[in-house]
């Protein structure tokens, strides 16, 4: 028996919930891997949905403000997102805290922990160091991929098109002579850091500071931790002590996380 265009495929076993909801995710997850905004026809590619499933999909989230139509009749994420997302970075933020402390107590520098948002990275929680002379991230601040090393530490673990979207949307900004300034060159980097597990913003972003980066395996919302400082203490022997602990402290809060 033949299938009209307009009817739906066989559907696919359900994860456990309800599938429209499931499939409103789907799309939501689409729009958020293409860097906040894509064509209906890109999200059609995507998803083995049949067009009118789609629609109707995207008219309930529009209206939910979970996504917004585009001038050019594409999709990005809208602004109810916006609240949903904040208090879901300070919960991950306050998850990652006591992590983030033991960090502080083991190397007595800043620790960190941030998230992806679209084409930024977002500051989920700090915890500063006590010493005098330290750095400070505000929480909630975004900043780019290419030159931070929780940007970095995350971009290794995404798709290459996904990276040059991202890439292509954000840009690269060059805040010191050291950033990496262009696609090529963090491509090289990126596969540095599949390589030896960890990432290095080498006063790439503020002269004087740097931070060594792990990514959080396996987390819903690509997420990692650092540990940041002056250059003047963020030596080899640093490093030495300092990326175990990343690698374990980020291994235990992916753990958490998927218990919680």
Same mark, same amino acid.
């Not at 300070?90 to 190397?107: D, H, K, M, N, T």
């Given at each position: 028996? +033949? ?16 599938? +429209?909801?499931?499939?409103? *995710? !789907? ?9 906040? /905004?894509?064509?209906? +026809?890109?999200?059609?590619?995507? @998803? ?5 499933? @789609? ?39 306050? @998850? ?27 500051y989920a929680d700090q915890v500063p160091s006590s010493q005098q002379m330290r750095m400070f991230t505000e929480v909630g601040r975004r900043t780019h991929t290419h030159d931070t090393g929780v940007g970095k530490a995350i971009l290794a673990q995404l798709p290459a098109d996904q990276v040059r979207r991202i890439i292509e ?10 950033? @990496? ?19 290095? !913003? ?9 931070? *060594?980066?792990?990514?959080?395996? !396996? ?13 003047? /203490?963020?030596?080899?022997? *640093?490093?030495? /002590? ?15 996380? +998927?218990?919680?």
């Amino acid at each position: 028996m +033949s299938r009209t265009a307009d009817e739906e495929p066989p559907r696919r076993p359900a994860r456990g919930g309800v599938q +429209s909801v499931e499939r409103a *995710f !789907d799309l939501l997850d689409l729009i958020a891997d293409a860097g906040g /905004r894509t064509t209906l +026809s890109e999200l059609a590619a995507s @998803i083995s949905l049949p067009m009118p499933t @789609i629609h109707r999909l995207l008219k309930t989230l529009v209206g939910l403000g979970a996504a917004r139509q585009l001038p050019n009749r594409g999709y990005a994420l809208g602004p109810g997102l916006i609240r949903l997302g904040n208090l879901a970075g300070e919960q991950l933020g306050a @998850i990652a805290r006591p992590y983030l402390r033991s960090l502080v107590q083991e190397l007595s520098e800043s620790a960190n922990v941030a998230v992806l948002d679209g084409d930024m990275v977002v500051y989920a929680d700090q915890v500063p160091s006590s010493q005098q002379m330290r750095m400070f991230t505000e929480v909630g601040r975004r900043t780019h991929t290419h030159d931070t090393g929780v940007g970095k530490a995350i971009l290794a673990q995404l798709p290459a098109d996904q990276v040059r979207r991202i890439i292509e949307t954000a840009g690269m900004p060059t805040p010191t002579p050291h950033t @990496i300034a262009t696609l090529k060159d963090l491509e090289a980097e990126l596969e540095r850091i599949r390589e030896y597990g960890y990432a290095v !913003d080498e006063q790439e972003q503020e002269l004087g500071v740097r931070c *060594f980066a792990v990514a959080v395996p !396996d987390t819903p919302t690509p997420m990692a931790i650092s540990v940041s400082g002056p250059t003047s /203490r963020m030596d080899q022997k *640093f490093a030495d /002590r300092a990326v175990p602990l990343l690698q374990d402290t980020a291994a235990r809060i992916a753990e958490e996380l +998927s218990t919680a």
